[in-house]
C-alpha cells in the first residue's frame, strides 16, 4: 500500500486538451470517491482518537503521518490515469495544502519541508474532515467539476477575485450605511435649526412693561425692552 507511486505519464498537448473537456463527473470517479472517503474517514477517526487521549503526537510522527495522508491520497486518485482523475487530484491538492507544501511534496520521498512548520493535530482533523466533506459532495454531484486542472496560479486567481468581490461588497455596504447616517444627520441638524428659530421668536410680543404698569411710568427709559421694541 504504501510502496512508491508511480512515475506520471507525459501527456502531449492534445490530449491534455482533449482530456479537459471531459467532465470530471461522480460516475467517472465514483471508484475513487468511494476509496477515498472510506480512507478519510478511519483518518479522520484515527485523529480524533489522538487528540480525545490528550498525548500531543511528536513533530516527527506529525510530518510523517501528513506525509503519508498527502501520499494515499494520490495514490487512490492516480492523476495519471486519466484527465478526470488529474482534475480531481488538483482538487484534493487544494485542501491538502492547508497542511502540506505542494511545491515541496513528492509522494515517492518524505521530506520535513513538505509539511508546514505550525501545523497541529487540530489542522490536521480540520484538513481531513474538510476533505472527506469535499469527496462526499463531489460524489454526490453536489459540487460540480472543474473544466480544467486547478493550478497554484489559477487558484490564486480565483481566490484573489472571491477577496475583490468580497471587499467590493464591504465597500458598498459600508458607502450605504455611511450615506444613511449621514441622512439620519442632516434630518437631526434641520430639526435642531427649526427649533432654534422658533426659540428667536418673542413668547409675547404684545406684553406692557411691568414697571408702567406698576407705577403709571417707566423709569428705565429708552434703556426698556419692553417699552422700546
Not at 171 to 198: P, S, V
Request: hydrophobic letters at 35%.
Amino acid at each position: 500500500f504504501w510502496l512508491k507511486s508511480p512515475r506520471p505519464k507525459q501527456r502531449s498537448g492534445s490530449q491534455a486538451r482533449f482530456g479537459a473537456m471531459v467532465a470530471a463527473t461522480s460516475e467517472l470517479l465514483a471508484p475513487v470517491f468511494k476509496a477515498l472517503a472510506k480512507e478519510l474517514e478511519t483518518k479522520v477517526r484515527q485523529v480524533e482518537e489522538n487528540i480525545s487521549a490528550g498525548v500531543p503526537a511528536s513533530r516527527k510522527d506529525l510530518e510523517t503521518y501528513i506525509w503519508k495522508t498527502g501520499r494515499v491520497v494520490r495514490l487512490l486518485v492516480k492523476p495519471e490515469a486519466s484527465a478526470a482523475r488529474d482534475i480531481f487530484w488538483s482538487e484534493c491538492k487544494g485542501i491538502l495544502k492547508q497542511c502540506i507544501a505542494i511545491e515541496h511534496f513528492n509522494a515517492g520521498i518524505f521530506r520535513p519541508e513538505c509539511v508546514h512548520k505550525d501545523v497541529l493535530e487540530t489542522h490536521l482533523l480540520k484538513m481531513l474532515s474538510k476533505l472527506l466533506e469535499y469527496t462526499m459532495k463531489r460524489q454526490r454531484g453536489e459540487i460540480e467539476a472543474p473544466s480544467e486542472v486547478m493550478t497554484v496560479e489559477s487558484a490564486a486567481k480565483k481566490a484573489r477575485k472571491a477577496k475583490e468581490e468580497q471587499e467590493a461588497a464591504e465597500k458598498k455596504r459600508l458607502e450605504q450605511e455611511w450615506a444613511r447616517e449621514d441622512q439620519a444627520w442632516a434630518a437631526r441638524r434641520t430639526g435642531q435649526e427649526l427649533q432654534e428659530r422658533w426659540d428667536d421668536v418673542d413668547s409675547d410680543p404684545g406684553e406692557e412693561c411691568p414697571d408702567k404698569a406698576k407705577h403709571g411710568s417707566c423709569s428705565y427709559g429708552r434703556q426698556c425692552g419692553f417699552c422700546y421694541r
